[in-house]
């Protein structure tokens, strides 16, 4: 399914200006809004949650707040473009502290916890709470009822308060901070339907659907099966260009057009190069490292293609499309040449960044060929 593509992180002025007023979601749940007549919802029936979330609220997220609140540096990392990041809340950590002395923790959505109340453990802190008090809605409500242009320098935006006494004067200071920051207020429209949402306690997406949505689609099934047999052959020479294939293509967006003709309508799914403990047909298992080169430290490795299933941004949407050219250009390449191989690399540390020693084996004319690709 496409997603809608938004900016992320492109402007940094408009960045810094973000992170400050989200710092103060603390103060201003204390926040009144008014009163909307709400019907009730039945999370009971997960046809109608799901059709409630996709139809009703992910649009007024798409197109109100992820060309912001999207990617890894979305301000005060509050990720509204999945619903994963919604539960996960916000944190006042600094994703970029150029005083630190040792490596940060990570906080890739899906990857280094997989529960909002393990997030939470991490430092994050819910902007989902149910009911009119939501720190959610109180940002929202801010800004409707003042939109006063906003017109802070680089310095003044990067300013965030350190206590509720700091943030309570600078809200003072300067009301016109509401969400979407710097931009018209939410209509009627919208805004009944986010507290409708906040006040049925932020239902998103079943987990039958949300296991349904990682897998591959149908249409792709047959692709999907056929790159993972490639990617997982057990002779020495096929894994390292396994390897070689993942570290390269790790944070691409991946589409595939050969087996099966693509819907009418233009609808196409992407999907991450993943490093796996599980194997197909089962769900990926993802393995978490901080660099696509540091050891798996799995007994057994595969190599996975798991969809992608967040609104997707310019900012990390690199597309590239595994076809039936492609297949024959990487054979060209790396499987059928005369080369062989007795042992894969190992993970050392003094050697695994060095992709000249790790791959000095695959012949240096198909790697060359394939970074001019």
């Known amino acids: 399914m496409v997603k ?57 997220l798409d197109n109100r707040c992820v060309s912001c609140h999207s990617c890894y540096t979305a301000p005060c990392q509050l990720n509204l473009a999945d619903h994963e990041g919604i539960r996960r809340g916000v944190t006042k950590a600094k994703l970029y502290d150029g005083s630190r002395l040792v490596e940060a923790d990570l ?10 109340p393990e997030w939470w453990t991490k430092g994050f802190r819910p902007v989902a709470n149910e009911g009119e008090n939501s720190l959610f809605i109180a940002t929202i409500e801010q800004r409707r009822k003042n939109l006063t242009p906003v017109n802070d320098t680089v310095k003044e935006s990067a300013e965030c308060p350190a206590d509720e006494d700091e943030m309570e004067d600078f809200i003072d200071d300067h009301p016109e901070k509401g969400m979407p920051y710097g931009l018209p ?34 249409i792709d099934q047959i692709d999907v099966e056929r790159w993972e047999n490639l990617l997982n052959q057990k002779d020495p020479k096929s894994q390292l260009v396994a390897r070689y294939l993942f570290e390269h293509l790790y944070l691409a967006s991946v589409e595939f057009r050969n087996q099966s003709a693509k819907p009418m309508n233009g609808e196409v799914s992407f999907y991450q190069l993943v490093r796996s403990r599980t194997e197909g047909p089962m769900a990926p298992d993802v393995i978490a490292t901080r ?33 039936d050219k492609k297949w024959d250009r990487y054979q060209e390449l790396f499987y059928a040449k005369a080369w062989s191989l007795d042992k894969s690399p190992t993970y050392n540390d003094k050697t695994k960044s060095n992709p000249f020693l ?15 690709d």
């Open 358 to 372: 790790v791959f000095q084996a695959i012949p240096a004319e198909s790697r060359y060929q394939f970074l001019l």
């Open 107 to 116: 906080t890739r959505l899906g990857i280094d916890a997989k529960s909002a």
């Open 185 to 218: 207020g939410l209509s009627d429209k919208e805004a009944g339907v986010l507290h409708r949402w906040v006040q049925e306690g932020f239902p998103t997406l079943t987990p039958d659907l949300r296991a349904n949505l990682k897998a591959a689609a149908p």
């Open 4 to 60: 809608p593509t938004v900016r992320c992180g492109l402007d940094l002025n408009g960045l810094l200006k973000s992170v400050i007023f989200l710092n103060f979601w603390f103060v201003l749940a204390s926040c009144s809004s008014p009163e909307i007549p709400l019907e009730s919802l039945n999370q009971t029936a997960s046809e109608a949650r799901n059709e409630f979330y996709l139809k009703s609220v992910r649009p007024i």
């Open 291 to 323: 660099r696509p080169f540091d050891d798996p430290k799995s007994l057994e490795v595969f190599y996975r293609f798991q969809r992608i299933n967040q609104t997707l941004s310019h900012k990390n949407h690199i597309v590239i499309t595994l076809d």
